[in-house]
């Protein structure tokens, strides 16, 4: 019988199924004579079981509604838009705070929201939520300075920051502070302030300094991962307030900072 | 016969799991299906009836990645490998071994990762990969071959030498 030589390809299509039944009893052939081939594709087809196995539970998953609620946008102002804000929007979930009224805090739906800039456009939520994901597991030094030393952390902060900055008091709310740490930003020093609660949950707010040029001023919410995020512009600052905290509740503490940094006590 | 929308909807759960795959981190996986999505819509009228949808929803998928390589790099790439790669629960009992195998897939270059996840996790045909990435069958056939022994050194422990074999 003349047979084609066994070639890499006719392995790997062996290997993924996808030899005709007559070609296949060929490279059963082959493989009888040579072990290590033989070790070598029973490896790969090890690596198609366990890709399946590690990835294919995401099948499974309930499909998140931003997706399957997705819409066409139009691409050149979505451009625009991308370009011009750091902030993250939050697609359908995107709750639009008017905190204009003294006291008073209204929520709506953003209809606006719809479009979202450019996914990689590191945001400040996206970053403060970075942040908090990086730091707040940390057991033995979640921060820089502790709580014990709040002068000396207020002190120091204002310094690198540039102006005057404090951690607010989210006691009532059950939250005590920990302590803050400096980080990088985009365009400079950034300030976090890690809270917690009896349970241990921890909280982080994300100040950054340089948020002039965003005019976007509206209290916002954003997913990012397993990490809820609430976050405003104020004047040159920007404020993100992180947790794995359900977005009633986080809703609640963010609304008691922002009261806080409008009323300087 | 499903009409397009439905084939669109019913094309996400796979969208994911190889965004999942590619990406590794589940917000970013997610983002890049919601654009893969979005263009999707955008570009519904143009899709031919008939042809295979999902191959056409990978093409869209792979040009976005390659967009966004070529924008300029966002430094939160590294840290979001780490935070949420969250493995599947049940998972466990074979979860070191996986967690190599997850481990190996981020090693490898993402021109190989992709052909070996639309292969492994897609069971796409070589010339359905082909067509879908815009690059010769020969060149998918090297680069499978080229991330399978890779991923084999590394779960073995040992360093890759390139290269293995000459594909014809």
């Known amino acids: 019988m003349n047979t084609l030589p066994i070639t890499e390809a006719d392995l790997h299509a062996f290997v993924d199924g996808k030899l005709p ?36 539970p995401v099948l499974d998953e309930a499909v998140p509604e931003r997706l399957s609620a997705a819409r066409p946008r ?19 979930t995107g709750w639009l705070l008017h905190g204009q009224q ?8 953003g209809d606006s929201m719809q479009a979202r800039p450019a996914l990689y456009v590191a945001g400040l939520a996206h970053q403060a939520a970075i942040a908090h994901v990086v730091y707040s597991p940390d057991v033995k030094r979640p921060v820089e300075i502790g709580a014990d030393q709040e002068e000396q952390l207020v002190a120091w902060l204002s310094k690198r920051l540039g102006t005057a900055i404090r951690p607010p008091r989210l006691g009532k709310l059950g939250y005590e502070l920990i302590g803050g740490r400096l980080l990088p930003g985009a365009q400079g020093a950034v300030a976090q302030f890690m809270y917690h609660d009896a ?50 509740e986080l809703a609640r503490v963010a609304t008691a900072v922002y009261d806080q940094l409008e009323k300087p006590s | 016969m499903p009409n397009s929308r439905d084939q669109l909807l019913a094309c996400i759960p796979r969208l994911r799991r190889y ?21 999707g819509w955008g570009r519904l009228a143009s899709w031919e009836g008939g042809s295979d949808m999902r191959a056409w929803l990978f093409s869209i998928m792979h040009n976005l990645r390659i967009d966004q390589a070529r924008r300029p790099s966002v430094p939160t790439e590294a840290l979001n490998e780490e935070t949420s790669m969250a493995l599947a629960p049940g998972s466990s009992s074979s979860g070191l071994e996986l967690r190599d195998m ?10 190989q990762r992709e052909i070996l996840l639309l292969v492994a996790l897609e069971e796409m045909s070589y010339d359905d990969v082909a067509q879908t990435l815009k690059i010769p069958i020969g060149t998918v056939m090297s680069r499978l071959s080229r991330a399978r022994e890779k991923m084999r050194a590394n779960m073995e422990g040992r360093a ?7 594909v014809k």
Not at chain 1, 102 to 109: K, L, P, R, T, V
């Open chain 2, 102 to 111: 997850e481990t190996a897939l981020r090693a490898l270059p993402e021109e």
């Open chain 1, 74 to 92: 139009q691409w050149q102002w979505q451009r625009l838009v991308a370009g011009l804000a750091i902030a993250l929007f939050s697609g359908t």
């Open chain 2, 160 to 166: 890759y030498i390139a290269p293995l074999k000459v």
């Open chain 1, 102 to 109: 003294a006291g008073e805090i209204q929520y709506a739906q």
């Open chain 2, 19 to 39: 965004a999942r795959a590619l990406v590794g981190d589940r917000a970013g996986a997610d983002d890049l299906v919601q654009d893969t999505v979005e263009r």
């Open chain 1, 21 to 56: 039944a007559a070609r296949r009893l060929e490279v059963d052939a082959y493989l009888a004579q040579r072990p290590e081939e033989a070790e070598r594709l029973r490896a790969y087809t090890a690596q198609n079981d366990e890709l399946r196995a590690l990835f294919n």
């Open chain 1, 199 to 248: 349970t241990g949950q921890r909280l982080t707010l994300y100040v950054s300094t340089d948020q002039a040029h965003n005019k976007d001023t509206g209290f916002r919410f954003a997913q990012e991962g397993p990490v809820n995020v609430f976050y405003w512009i104020d004047g040159k600052f920007g404020y993100a307030l992180s947790a794995g905290i359900n977005k009633a």
